[in-house]
Protein backbone atom coordinates (compact mmCIF):
# COMPACT_ATOMS: atom_id res chain seq x y z
CA UNK A 1 0.00 0.00 0.00
CA UNK A 2 1.50 3.50 -1.19
CA UNK A 3 2.48 5.98 1.99
CA UNK A 4 0.45 8.90 2.83
CA UNK A 5 2.11 11.92 2.57
CA UNK A 6 0.78 15.14 4.01
CA UNK A 7 -0.11 18.04 3.36
CA UNK A 8 -0.44 17.39 -0.20
CA UNK A 9 1.18 21.18 -1.24
CA UNK A 10 2.54 24.08 0.68
CA UNK A 11 3.29 27.27 -0.53
CA UNK A 12 6.33 29.54 1.45
CA UNK A 13 7.46 32.45 1.47
CA UNK A 14 11.57 32.22 1.35
CA UNK A 15 13.08 32.08 4.49
CA UNK A 16 10.09 30.14 5.81
CA UNK A 17 10.26 26.38 7.21
CA UNK A 18 8.27 23.52 6.18
CA UNK A 19 7.61 19.92 7.80
CA UNK A 20 6.40 17.06 5.26
CA UNK A 21 5.27 14.13 6.37
CA UNK A 22 5.01 10.04 5.34
CA UNK A 23 3.23 7.69 6.68
CA UNK A 24 2.88 3.80 6.11
CA UNK A 25 0.66 1.14 7.39
CA UNK A 26 3.62 -1.52 6.98
CA UNK A 27 6.83 -1.96 8.94
CA UNK A 28 9.99 -0.65 7.19
CA UNK A 29 13.43 -0.87 6.89
CA UNK A 30 13.97 2.14 5.25
CA UNK A 31 12.86 5.94 4.09
CA UNK A 32 13.91 7.41 1.09
CA UNK A 33 13.60 11.26 0.43
CA UNK A 34 13.75 12.51 -3.23
CA UNK A 35 12.69 15.98 -5.03
CA UNK A 36 11.58 16.82 -8.26
CA UNK A 37 11.42 19.44 -10.05
CA UNK A 38 8.35 19.43 -13.49
CA UNK A 39 9.32 17.34 -15.99
CA UNK A 40 12.75 16.36 -14.32
CA UNK A 41 14.04 12.94 -12.83
CA UNK A 42 13.45 12.56 -9.14
CA UNK A 43 16.87 13.93 -7.15
CA UNK A 44 17.69 11.75 -4.45
CA UNK A 45 17.55 13.66 -1.03
CA UNK A 46 18.90 11.39 1.69
CA UNK A 47 18.01 7.92 3.08
CA UNK A 48 16.81 6.95 6.77
CA UNK A 49 17.33 3.28 7.92
CA UNK A 50 15.49 1.89 10.46
CA UNK A 51 16.58 2.40 14.17
CA UNK A 52 15.32 6.18 14.59
CA UNK A 53 18.33 8.17 13.26
CA UNK A 54 17.94 11.58 11.96
CA UNK A 55 19.87 12.78 9.14
CA UNK A 56 20.94 16.26 7.56
CA UNK A 57 22.10 18.39 4.63
CA UNK A 58 22.67 21.25 4.50
CA UNK A 59 19.32 23.17 5.57
CA UNK A 60 17.66 19.69 4.89
CA UNK A 61 16.74 17.02 7.71
CA UNK A 62 14.97 14.14 8.37
CA UNK A 63 13.87 12.19 10.63
CA UNK A 64 12.38 7.96 11.30
CA UNK A 65 9.95 7.13 13.46
CA UNK A 66 10.34 3.24 13.24
CA UNK A 67 7.35 2.90 16.29
CA UNK A 68 4.97 4.98 14.15
CA UNK A 69 6.60 3.54 10.55
CA UNK A 70 6.50 7.56 10.13
CA UNK A 71 9.44 10.08 8.37
CA UNK A 72 9.30 13.51 8.43
CA UNK A 73 11.51 15.92 6.36
CA UNK A 74 12.19 19.02 7.52
CA UNK A 75 12.94 21.95 5.54
CA UNK A 76 14.66 25.20 7.60
CA UNK A 77 15.07 28.79 6.04
CA UNK A 78 13.39 27.60 2.50
CA UNK A 79 15.50 29.25 -0.86
CA UNK A 80 13.84 29.52 -4.34
CA UNK A 81 15.45 26.41 -5.27
CA UNK A 82 13.44 23.96 -2.57
CA UNK A 83 10.44 24.10 -4.90
CA UNK A 84 9.16 20.74 -6.65
CA UNK A 85 7.53 18.06 -5.53
CA UNK A 86 8.78 15.75 -2.65
CA UNK A 87 8.63 11.76 -2.47
CA UNK A 88 8.86 9.65 0.20
CA UNK A 89 10.00 6.15 -1.11
CA UNK A 90 9.95 3.00 1.12
CA UNK A 91 11.35 -0.39 1.67
CA UNK A 92 9.73 -3.21 4.07
CA UNK A 93 12.60 -5.35 5.42
CA UNK A 94 13.64 -8.17 2.96
CA UNK A 95 12.88 -6.60 -0.39
CA UNK A 96 14.46 -4.54 -3.03
CA UNK A 97 10.86 -3.47 -4.01
CA UNK A 98 10.54 0.48 -3.37
CA UNK A 99 6.94 2.04 -2.30
CA UNK A 100 6.64 5.90 -3.54
CA UNK A 101 4.49 8.44 -1.74
CA UNK A 102 1.82 10.43 -2.79
CA UNK A 103 4.30 13.39 -3.13
CA UNK A 104 3.88 17.00 -1.47
CA UNK A 105 3.76 19.91 -4.05
CA UNK A 106 6.19 22.57 -2.24
CA UNK A 107 6.39 26.11 -3.96
CA UNK A 108 8.73 28.76 -2.25
CA UNK A 109 8.09 32.26 -3.13
CA UNK A 110 10.43 35.44 -3.07
CA UNK B 1 30.54 11.01 -16.39
CA UNK B 2 27.93 7.62 -15.11
CA UNK B 3 23.87 7.90 -15.24
CA UNK B 4 21.16 6.76 -16.75
CA UNK B 5 20.15 7.41 -20.81
CA UNK B 6 16.72 6.66 -21.47
CA UNK B 7 15.28 6.99 -25.05
CA UNK B 8 13.25 8.43 -26.36
CA UNK B 9 12.09 11.52 -24.63
CA UNK B 10 8.60 11.82 -26.32
CA UNK B 11 7.03 8.17 -27.64
CA UNK B 12 3.68 8.27 -29.45
CA UNK B 13 1.85 5.04 -29.91
CA UNK B 14 -1.16 4.06 -32.31
CA UNK B 15 -3.57 2.19 -31.34
CA UNK B 16 -2.82 -1.57 -31.08
CA UNK B 17 0.91 -1.12 -31.29
CA UNK B 18 3.75 -2.06 -29.06
CA UNK B 19 6.26 0.28 -28.05
CA UNK B 20 9.17 -0.27 -26.19
CA UNK B 21 11.35 2.22 -24.06
CA UNK B 22 15.24 1.86 -24.08
CA UNK B 23 17.15 2.52 -20.55
CA UNK B 24 20.60 2.24 -20.56
CA UNK B 25 23.32 2.73 -17.41
CA UNK B 26 26.73 2.75 -17.18
CA UNK B 27 26.89 2.59 -13.41
CA UNK B 28 27.61 -0.49 -13.13
CA UNK B 29 24.49 -1.04 -10.71
CA UNK B 30 22.83 -4.64 -10.73
CA UNK B 31 19.42 -3.00 -9.86
CA UNK B 32 17.27 -1.74 -12.36
CA UNK B 33 13.72 -0.40 -11.92
CA UNK B 34 11.15 0.82 -14.46
CA UNK B 35 8.29 3.31 -12.95
CA UNK B 36 5.05 5.38 -14.13
CA UNK B 37 3.90 8.38 -13.00
CA UNK B 38 0.98 10.22 -13.97
CA UNK B 39 -0.01 13.84 -13.76
CA UNK B 40 0.14 14.89 -9.99
CA UNK B 41 1.07 11.52 -8.88
CA UNK B 42 3.38 9.52 -7.42
CA UNK B 43 5.29 6.74 -8.92
CA UNK B 44 4.52 3.50 -9.25
CA UNK B 45 6.58 0.48 -9.87
CA UNK B 46 6.01 -1.97 -13.26
CA UNK B 47 8.88 -4.04 -12.93
CA UNK B 48 12.19 -4.48 -11.10
CA UNK B 49 15.45 -6.45 -11.84
CA UNK B 50 18.00 -7.33 -9.15
CA UNK B 51 20.49 -9.61 -11.78
CA UNK B 52 21.01 -10.31 -15.11
CA UNK B 53 18.09 -12.32 -16.55
CA UNK B 54 15.73 -12.06 -13.75
CA UNK B 55 13.27 -10.08 -12.88
CA UNK B 56 9.67 -9.17 -10.74
CA UNK B 57 6.58 -7.79 -10.95
CA UNK B 58 6.13 -4.66 -9.35
CA UNK B 59 2.21 -3.05 -8.82
CA UNK B 60 1.28 -2.29 -11.80
CA UNK B 61 2.89 -4.91 -14.44
CA UNK B 62 -0.20 -5.68 -16.33
CA UNK B 63 -0.05 -4.80 -20.37
CA UNK B 64 4.30 -4.48 -19.58
CA UNK B 65 6.51 -6.38 -20.56
CA UNK B 66 10.76 -6.48 -19.63
CA UNK B 67 13.90 -8.13 -20.56
CA UNK B 68 17.24 -8.19 -18.77
CA UNK B 69 19.78 -9.44 -20.69
CA UNK B 70 22.86 -7.44 -20.34
CA UNK B 71 23.48 -5.71 -16.90
CA UNK B 72 23.69 -2.06 -18.32
CA UNK B 73 20.03 -2.40 -20.17
CA UNK B 74 16.79 -2.89 -19.72
CA UNK B 75 13.89 -2.01 -21.69
CA UNK B 76 10.52 -1.73 -21.15
CA UNK B 77 7.96 -2.76 -23.79
CA UNK B 78 4.31 -0.79 -23.82
CA UNK B 79 1.67 -3.84 -25.11
CA UNK B 80 -1.11 -3.57 -26.51
CA UNK B 81 -2.94 -5.02 -23.96
CA UNK B 82 -1.85 -1.52 -21.49
CA UNK B 83 -5.18 0.36 -22.96
CA UNK B 84 -3.93 3.47 -20.73
CA UNK B 85 -0.04 4.31 -21.65
CA UNK B 86 0.04 7.71 -21.53
CA UNK B 87 2.34 8.77 -18.75
CA UNK B 88 5.68 9.46 -17.68
CA UNK B 89 7.86 7.12 -17.87
CA UNK B 90 11.07 6.72 -15.66
CA UNK B 91 14.15 4.46 -14.96
CA UNK B 92 16.39 3.41 -12.36
CA UNK B 93 19.07 1.91 -11.03
CA UNK B 94 20.87 1.31 -7.79
CA UNK B 95 23.77 -0.80 -6.25
CA UNK B 96 22.35 -3.96 -4.70
CA UNK B 97 23.49 -3.62 -0.93
CA UNK B 98 21.54 -4.76 1.87
CA UNK B 99 17.71 -4.31 0.98
CA UNK B 100 16.45 -0.78 0.75
CA UNK B 101 19.42 1.02 1.97
CA UNK B 102 20.68 2.34 -1.17
CA UNK B 103 19.38 5.82 -3.28
CA UNK B 104 18.34 5.03 -6.90
CA UNK B 105 19.11 6.91 -9.51
CA UNK B 106 17.03 7.74 -11.95
CA UNK B 107 17.01 8.92 -15.85
CA UNK B 108 15.37 12.02 -17.44
CA UNK B 109 12.35 10.09 -18.48
CA UNK B 110 10.17 9.42 -21.51
CA UNK B 111 6.83 10.84 -22.07
CA UNK B 112 4.37 8.47 -23.83
CA UNK B 113 1.66 9.61 -25.65
CA UNK B 114 -1.40 7.66 -27.78
CA UNK B 115 -1.86 8.48 -31.17
Known amino acids: QQPVQSPQAVILREGEDAVINCSSSKALYSVHWYRQKHGEAPVFLMI?????EQKGHDKISASFNEKKQQSSLYLTASQLSYSGTYFC???????????FGTGTRLKVLA | DGGITQSPKYLFRKEGQNVTLSCEQNLNHDAMYWYRQDPGQGLRLIYYSQIVNDFQKGDIAEGYSVSREKKESFPLTVTSAQKNPTAFYLC??????????????FGDGTRLSIL
Open chain 2, 92 to 105: ASSIVGGAGNQPQH
Open chain 1, 89 to 99: GTATSGTYKYI
Open chain 1, 48 to 52: LLKGG
